[in-house]
T-cell receptor
């Protein structure tokens, strides 16, 4: 149980385009989802936290107009990287939790590798 | 502020040998502590976690970790390494709310 699916797993696109990444909880309802960014050989950095039906809470230094997060349903959250540039190339990972209690574990997706040319 | 320090970005052990991955944390209150494993191009999988109670925590795949408050440590061990254990391991701490702070990771290499 507790499977989180991310799509696509790999995407390459031209500079200036927008890219949407989907994060789905397959067998549970995810009231809270998290988006992380991981640079090569580095740790995960939390970008934002989103509760279903609410606006996402962004971490300091993360541009909310560049990284648009939508969590419109209990099983789907999307991250859209707008007007992507090479410096946005990274590994993006989502996680999901079954309720708003922070004591519940986060279940991670397999990540999306984004390469901007 | 919370922080996590993992000693050694790379650790190599022989197959069948003891695995020891070190993690020290800083936290002003009793923390929740986690170990995650990440295989190439994949997300994170929870190995084990400490919240309260017994300080020796057993996880999946034969791993365990011991919370030592006096040493502010949460080292990960496995008695006998297997080739399939080769991966990146992250120690993490959570204090209040949602935010989990991850260490920089330790890549475990298993030598045949």
């Amino acid at each position: 149980g507790a499977v989180v699916s991310q799509h696509p797993s790999w995407v390459i696109c031209k500079s200036g385009t927008s890219v949407k990444i989907e994060c789905r909880s397959l067998d549970f309802q995810a009231t809270t989802m998290f988006w992380y960014r991981q640079f090569p050989k580095q740790s995960l950095m939390l970008m934002a936290t989103s509760n279903e039906g609410s606006k996402a809470t962004y971490e300091q230094g993360v541009e909310k107009d560049k990284f648009l997060i939508n969590h419109a349903s209990l099983t789907l959250s999307t991250l859209t990287v707008t007007s992507a540039h090479p410096e946005d190339s990274s590994f993006y990972i989502c996680s999901a939790r079954s309720d708003r209690s922070s004591n519940q574990p986060q279940h991670f997706g397999d990540g999306t590798r984004l390469s901007i040319l | 502020a919370q922080s996590v320090t993992q000693l050694g970005s790379h650790v190599s052990v022989s197959e069948g040998a003891l695995v020891l991955l070190r993690c020290n944390y800083s936290s002003s209150v009793p923390p929740y502590l986690f170990w995650y494993v990440q295989y190439p191009n994949q997300g994170l999988q929870l190995l084990l976690k400490y919240t309260t109670g017994a300080t020796l925590v057993k996880g999946i795949n034969g791993f365990e970790a011991e919370f030592k408050k006096s040493e502010t440590s949460f080292h990960l061990t496995k008695p006998s390494a297997h080739m399939s254990d080769a991966a990146e391991y992250f120690c993490a701490v959570k204090q209040y709310g949602d935010k989990i702070i991850f260490g920089k990771g330790t890549r475990l290499h298993i030598l045949p």
